[in-house]
């Protein structure tokens, strides 16, 4: 069996375990419907041998009578058992299943940026569903049939014995035979059950995808290549899934043969254990009862197995996330305090996987409530640094201090909630404008959410919506322009009054009349504030106490800008001479 299916297996199991008492108490009540089930057969069987061999008629019907009434008590704890164990069920799988949902949301947020950035959106939601729905499905298999099956052969083959012993023996080394290799079928399928999988969710991403660039596909007219791509994809999960149905058909097949083969061998040899009188008619009426039961029990038995070894491959998936471990994890449980806001990086080196080194043996200091801009050519190492300082990613060499303590050495979240970024795309929930602005800070009141946006100039958009607060913004903010989400953004900074601020572009998505009323109230917003400022209109950083100009992971220049742009040769002299003040 495969890492993964032992994996998703034990991790079932756990999350079952909480509520094993539920658990244990279901499948006996089920288990002992079950058994009763069974007894009525025995009881039709000795009907039928009173009835045929009844000599005196009254005493016989008085007889019957009886079995009758012990028919309804036996039928009574069939139900009654079945039925006490679907209402503990009711109760039992949501249970685990909400636990499921839960426990898989906390894993996968955890994991790092990088993880976000290398997988399709539709195709994390498509794995994580899969993981709660194979549970479901393979705990009815297992409650509402392995069991079914387990119990009702062990039971028909102890009458059986019980009946005559070459007969139980019979069956017994068939059933054994019939099992096993369904099962061996079964583990042999499963790769293929993977395959197809896989499959169908390289569709619902690149589904999602499609959907979510829907209107470049129209504004280039590349319809008929997305067409032709998207065919490519369901064309081989065709391939692969018309494989696994082929491979089951055989499976069926072979079943078939196995139980004619049987039924034939069980069938000759009751009709010459009833015709040397061994058994009576009613014993040979309950062993065509009893094996029909069996096969029909044996016959879902493959069928059973491959379901639950296709549901395993369906949350394989969503097992090699939890599997995997977290890029950037929390050390321990101490949460970072900020003050001053003092930073350092010391030393710090940092390389993507497997790429070039893009930040070379980093030294800078930003001291308390210091206003810095980054500028620099593309791929000089602006983001890079700020993701770092943020924890997107861990150092590949060196320190980042904050205030002298070693940001690698507390909580992400105590981090991330006294360093703010407002970046140059914000992504909004689809939330209201009130719940989008109080992400900044969970326990804010509506007035110091309205007094936030008005100091960001939302206030005046927001009173032009019929819902005004509580209007929602879309996925991902789109019915909002990109100037009104970033004002959203910087709102939602102003009310988590964070001691360091970034700002990533924070004013590229506002035409001229709002990039003046915000730059006042990022003013206002940066005071006794540490703020790293990254822009490549070198006109909004002219007020900032410091520049840093970076190429290829290093810096290369710093100084205030009339310092920079008196240096003849200097790169931030000739970018500013290239814009003239406007935009590189």
């Not at 998703?8 to 058994?35: C, N, P, Q």
């Not at 692969?240 to 004619?260: D, F, N, P, Y």
């Not at 110091?448 to 032009?464: G, L, W, Y």
Request: hydrophobic share 45%.
């Amino acid at each position: 069996m495969k890492t993964t299916t032992k994996f998703t297996l034990k991790y079932y199991f756990e999350k079952a375990k909480k509520y094993k008492k539920v658990a244990i108490l279901m499948h006996f009540s089920i288990f002992i419907g079950v058994v009763a089930g069974l007894i009525w057969p025995i009881i039709f069987s000795r009907f039928i041998d009173i009835a045929t061999n009844a000599e005196d008629k009254t005493l016989a019907i008085n007889s019957l009578i009886q079995f009758v009434w012990i028919l309804l008590v036996i039928e009574v704890v069939n139900v009654g058992g079945r039925r006490i164990g679907g209402y503990m069920n009711d109760y039992f799988q949501p249970k685990v299943m909400k636990d499921i949902y839960d426990d898989c949301f906390r894993y996968m947020q955890l994991h790092s940026y990088n993880f976000f950035s290398d997988n399709f959106t539709g195709s994390l939601v498509k794995k994580f569903n899969k993981m709660t729905r194979a549970f479901e499905t393979i705990a009815d298999k297992i409650t509402w049939e392995i069991l079914h099956l387990v119990t009702r052969t062990i039971a028909i083959i102890g009458v059986f014995t019980y009946i005559e012993p070459i007969l139980g023996l019979s069956i017994f080394i068939w059933t054994a035979l019939f099992l096993g290799l369904n099962y061996k079928v079964a583990i042999y399928k499963m790769k293929f059950d993977v395959e197809e999988s896989n499959a169908g969710t390289i569709i619902t991403g690149r589904l999602a995808d499609a959907i979510t660039n829907a209107t470049n596909v129209k504004l280039f007219a590349r319809l008929k290549d997305e067409v032709k791509w998207f065919k490519k994809v369901t064309t081989d999960w065709q391939k692969k899934t018309r494989r696994s149905w082929v491979i089951s058909s055989h499976i069926e097949l072979g079943q078939a043969v196995l139980m004619v083969t049987i039924e034939i061998i069980v069938l000759y040899i009751s009709i010459k254990l009833w015709e040397n009188d061994i058994i009576s008619i009613g014993d040979f009426v309950l062993i065509m009862i009893y094996m029909f039961e069996l096969f029909h029990q044996l016959w879902d038995f493959g069928r059973m197995i491959r379901d639950i070894f296709r549901n395993l491959a369906d949350a394989e998936e969503m097992t090699e996330i939890l599997m995997q471990e977290h890029e950037v994890k929390d050390h321990t449980k101490k949460k970072i305090k900020i003050h001053s806001g003092k930073i350092e990086f010391q030393k710090v080196d940092f390389a993507y996987q497997n790429d070039e080194t893009v930040i070379k043996d980093l030294d800078l200091t930003i001291k308390a409530s210091e206003k810095i801009a980054l500028i620099g050519p593309s791929g000089g190492g602006k983001s890079t640094i700020i993701k770092l300082l943020l924890r997107m990613f861990d150092v590949t060499n060196g320190e980042i201090l904050i205030d002298g303590q070693n940001i690698a050495k507390f909580t992400q979240d105590s981090l991330h909630e006294q360093v703010t970024l407002v970046p140059q795309d914000p992504i909004l929930f689809h939330r209201t404008l009130m719940e989008n602005i109080r992400y900044g800070r969970a326990d804010a009141t509506d007035k110091e959410v309205i007094a936030a946006a008005k100091m960001a100039h939302c206030h005046e958009f927001i009173q032009n919506f019929q819902d005004r607060y509580n209007t929602y913004v879309g996925e991902r903010g789109v019915k909002l322009s990109g100037g009104q989400r970033q004002r959203v953004a910087i709102a939602r900074a102003i009310l988590s009054n964070a001691k360091i601020l970034i700002l990533d572009e924070a004013t590229s998505s506002l035409d001229s009349e709002s990039e003046t009323l915000i730059q006042d109230a990022l003013e206002n917003l940066i005071k006794n504030k540490t703020a790293i400022i990254i822009a490549h209109r070198l006109s909004t950083i002219m007020k900032t106490d410091r520049i840093l100009v970076l190429k290829d992971g290093q810096i290369i220049e710093q100084g205030t800008h009339a310092d920079l742009v008196d240096k003849t040769n200097s790169l931030y002299k000739k970018l500013w001479d290239l814009q003239v003040g406007g935009y590189l």
